[in-house]
Nanobody, 125 residues
Framework: VQLQASGGGLVQAGGSLRLSCAAS????????MGWFRQAPGKEREFAAA????????YYADSVKDRFTIPRDNAKNTVYLQMNSLKDEDTAVYYC???????????????????WGQGTQVTVSS
């Protein structure tokens, strides 16, 4: 499985942005997917995850009720819909895959492989 993240950019605070992560590989639809982010000077942190069929989702407290992580297995794509963006959402966003089940919720980098390249999101106030 190979992952390609896109959709980052500059957005005003309070605005919305949708990131995409396109996957290649015949077995991708059986993978759980996650989004992580890394702000300047900070460690990479978990943002959201979804299981292979979209039946379960998990969110960091910092993005809960603002971000959603839908997936379209027919298009081999997982999204990160980001609404009500704040300055503190500025970061490089990475998508990652996990072949094993998500339960219990997996929020650490070591729980995911492979990874896509990052896409920069900058929120201006």
């Amino acid at each position: 499985v190979q992952l390609q993240a896109s959709g980052g950019g500059l957005v005003q605070a309070g605005g919305s942005l949708r990131l995409s992560c396109a996957a290649s590989g015949r077995t991708w639809s059986r993978y759980a997917m996650g989004w992580f982010r890394q702000a300047p000077g900070k460690e990479r942190e978990f943002a959201a995850a979804i299981n292979w069929n979209g039946g379960s989702t998990y969110y960091a407290d910092s993005v809960k009720d603002r971000f959603t992580i839908p997936r379209d297995n027919a298009k081999n794509t997982v999204y990160l819909q980001m609404n009500s963006l704040k300055d503190e959402d500025t970061a490089v966003y990475y998508c990652a895959a996990r072949r094993q089940p998500l339960m219990p919720p997996r929020i650490y980098e070591v729980d995911y492989w492979p990874w896509g390249q990052g896409t920069q999101v900058t929120v201006s106030s």
